[in-house]
């Protein structure tokens, strides 16, 4: 039988409460915060730009002096496609950040975060949230008007 090295066992490292702990899980705290905001921006410029396609394309289809186009639904499958992106970008990041964000407050880093001194949600993760419903709420207009 083979034993496993007694590190294996043990916390992986020793978490000191001092200032400079704090300030260093403050710092990891406000990256974090940081990512899901460039998340967030990313994504609504994803579903914006799939919407603005959507409606450019469909305007267009609506001119009487222009040819009609080879394929009349890829700019409607290309603007969902897009829309999906935003969503699915938000879901996965809004997953990681609820992660993220668990640990970095139980566990050996619970002494430094200050438990009682932390708000349970962020604004960021709000409007994560709410970003996530008018996406979806766009993906099903845009697919309304396709069928």
Known sequence: MVESPPELGQSRFKVDSTAGTHLAWFRTRLMLERTMASWLMTSITLIGFGFAIV?????????????????????????????????????????????????????????????????????VYAVTIVTIFIGVFAFLAVAARIL
């Not at 040819?67 to 829309?83: D, M, Q, S």
């Not at 999906?84 to 050996?108: F, P, S």
């Open 55 to 123: 409606m450019i394309f469909d305007q267009f289809s609506r001119l009487t002096n222009v040819a009609p186009p080879l394929r009349p639904l890829a700019p409607f499958h290309f603007g969902l496609l897009l829309i999906a992106a935003g969503v699915a970008g938000l879901v996965v990041a809004g997953w990681q950040y609820r992660t993220v964000l668990r640990y970095l407050r139980r566990g050996e880093l619970a002494a430094i975060a200050g438990r009682g001194q932390q708000p349970g949600q962020t604004v």
